[in-house]
């Protein structure tokens, strides 16, 4: 069964800088497009930030290129989400999500994941102005 434990999500400040991780088992990690997705009251979910296959290539909102990064350790099976400069439009439920199709990657920014087969059970963040 393909598992995803997700956390680092909390509370800071505006400025403040967080790490997500999301750890998978049961699952050829190697073989999936990954993805964070997040999504706050009221508001539909929407993708922030993707990574392919290959490895060799990641896609960001425009909302947060520029302070949030996706990286991965093969070996740890997980993929990481660097946010910096946090603020307060930030605040979301955030998720992990992967998928096995060769240009899932392409549909983050702007989807909102429901093409996903494999998800993170989620971690708040909450940015104070």
């Known amino acids: 069964q393909v598992q995803a434990v997700t956390s680092g999500g909390g509370s800071v400040q505006t400025g403040g800088s967080l790490r997500l991780s999301c750890t998978a088992s049961?699952?050829?990690?190697?073989?999936?497009?990954l993805a964070w997705f997040r999504q706050a009251p009221g508001k539909e979910r929407e993708g922030v930030a993707s990574m392919n296959i290959d490895r060799d290539y990641t896609d960001y909102a425009d909302s947060v290129k520029g302070r949030f990064t996706i990286s991965q350790d093969s070996a740890k099976k997980t993929v990481y989400l660097e946010m910096n400069g946090l603020k307060p439009e930030d605040t979301a439920m955030y998720y992990c999500a992967a998928d096995r199709a060769r240009y899932r990657c392409l549909t983050v920014v702007g989807g909102n994941g429901n093409n996903f087969d494999y998800w993170g059970q989620g971690t708040q963040v909450t940015v104070a102005s």
């Open positions: 049961g699952v050829p990690f190697d073989a999936y497009a």
